[in-house]
């Protein structure tokens, strides 16, 4: 089990301004950031991190909403990571999230739920690739 997991504030939350409110409410849980970056996705590259649902149908819409805005990404350091993040974001749809969650508090929609986070230690360890070099990591 992993001690670090991946996440990214989406283009809804930082767009309304949740961004900073998200960090603390990260930090507050215990978690440390060991990499972050404030970016941009293009199409393309969205497409790329989201290739593992580019047969579904709504990969396409996907695409469209996490290029359509900056977002923050970020690799966390806690024990049991992973599994405590997805506890601390909640469920993907806002109306099912436990209160307190990150999603309950900042999420509209399904489609616009405010972050990501890894599904599995090995995704974490890919997700986190894909945005930071070693040199950007502590």
């Given amino acids: 089990m992993s001690n670090r997991t991946f996440t990214m504030i989406k283009p809804d939350a930082t767009r309304k301004g949740d961004t900073g409110a998200i960090l603390d409410q990260i930090i507050k849980a215990g978690f440390a950031i060991k990499a972050m970056k404030w970016t941009k996705l293009t199409k393309e590259q969205a497409g790329l ?14 695409v ?33 999230a436990a209160e307190g969650t990150i999603r309950k508090r900042f999420a509209a929609s399904v489609g616009e739920n405010a972050v990501h986070g890894s599904d599995s230690d090995e995704n974490a360890a890919i997700e986190g690739n894909f945005f930071f070099s070693s040199l950007e990591r502590f």
């Fill in 49 to 62: 991190f989201y290739d593992i649902h580019r047969e579904r149908p709504f990969y396409g819409e996907l």
């Fill in 64 to 96: 469209d909403f996490m290029s359509s805005g900056p977002i923050v990404a970020a690799i966390l350091e806690k024990d049991n990571a992973v599994a405590d993040f997805r506890t601390l974001i909640g469920a993907t749809n806002p109306e099912q």
